[in-house]
């Protein structure tokens, strides 16, 4: 009873903190890195369900980003339609076109599946580098707005709208995500990390449960694309379809611990934070320091703690509750 009371104190203060964070860290490059946390958070929770408990190990998790960009960004540009209505769009043309592309890989598993992610990701961003309805390698400029437009998702007087938004999204995947897992298809789910032809001798349609997870991950990662659409209005293959994107992603998973719905967030809220700061405090030469930093931090964890950080903090947390 003690340890649920605690539990429920420690969110209600968490919660308390990220509500008022944008009033105390009034400088707009802090509330655009915990942006950043909130968006990475929502694509680590969405490639987890795919890696961390389906065992589908994706390097193809920035495709589903830019096909939420580009649905969203197209919809506004030609149709006039609010990013609002693009954005719910996007999602489900992510999870559609998953469950497409996968279904003729639906027997893959280990590193052939991973293969042909990585094939797909490369596929998308070639058609869109190719396509000039969608402006081919140039990418899509959005049109600024005169005043700030909640309608066209554009606020130009302060960040702190983006920052909400954001919360708001990270934390309906997250909740979303959860309960997803603690119901039948997690349960199933967590069979087929385990082994999936035991799974399969006790009746659980694979093929099935594996489609169910890459469409929900890609809906929730095509949510964090058209975000980040609104939030540069601009947008090309390079940049939103990218190989640097997924394996970030893959990182701070792993990082934080894979199969954990707290995990990735945990990944994310030390690592994001961490790559920004060494990027604005070395300039250009941060970038790539940033990711040398970022490499050996995975390299050190995998060695002394290969579950991820989140076991690490379960231990912890154990031992605090033994002592009381």
């Known amino acids: 009873m003690k340890t649920r009371l605690r539990d429920l104190m ?21 509330q655009h890195i915990m942006i950043m946390v909130f968006m990475y958070g929502l694509l680590a929770i969405s490639w987890d369900i795919m890696g961390g408990y389906a065992n ?24 006039e339609i609010t990013p609002w209505l693009g954005m719910v769009a996007g999602g489900f043309a992510s999870g559609v076109v998953g469950i497409i592309v996968s279904y003729p890989t639906a027997r893959l598993k280990g590193h052939y599946f991973a293969i042909a992610t990585l094939a797909f990701l490369f596929v ?17 400029t959005l049109p600024l707005t005169e005043q700030s437009s909640f309608w066209k998702f554009q606020f130009r007087e302060s960040k702190i ?7 708001f999204l990270l934390g309906l995947g997250f909740l979303l995500a959860k309960g997803t897992l603690n119901s039948r298809v997690g349960y199933y789910l967590r069979a087929l990390r385990e082994s999936q032809e035991v799974a399969q001798s006790l009746g ?15 809906f929730l990662s095509a949510l ?18 990218s190989l640097n994107l997924s394996v970030e992603v893959v990182l701070i998973s792993v990082f934080g611990g894979c199969g954990t719905i707290y995990g990735p967030l945990i990944g994310t809220v030390i690592l994001i934070p961490l790559t920004n700061l060494i990027r604005a405090s070395l300039g250009g030469a941060g ?4 990711y040398m930093v ?18 690490l903090f379960e231990r912890s947390k154990k031992a605090v509750a033994r002592e009381v």
């Not at 964090?224 to 379809?241: H, N, W």
């Not at 002394?304 to 950080?309: A, H, Y």
Request: glycine share 10%; net charge positive.
């Open 10 to 30: 420690l969110f209600f203060l968490l919660g308390v903190f990220l509500l008022i964070y944008p009033f105390v860290f009034t400088q707009a490059f802090y």
């Open 56 to 79: 589908l190990f994706s390097f193809g998790q920035s495709a589903f980003f830019g096909i939420g960009a580009y649905v969203s960004t197209l919809l506004f540009l030609h149709w």
């Open 124 to 140: 998308v961003q070639i058609v869109l580098e190719n396509w000039k309805f969608v402006g081919g390698a140039q990418g899509l």
């Open 161 to 167: 709208p983006y920052y909400y938004i954001m919360l």
């Open 204 to 218: 659980v349609n694979t093929a099935k449960y594996r489609l169910m997870a890459i469409a929900l991950s890609g």
């Open 224 to 241: 964090a694309g058209t975000f980040y659409a609104q939030y540069v209005l601009y947008i090309d293959p390079s940049s939103v379809i």
């Open 287 to 290: 970038r790539g320091i940033a």
């Open 294 to 311: 970022f490499g050996g931090i995975i390299i050190l964890i995998c060695v002394l703690q290969p579950d991820g950080l989140v076991k």
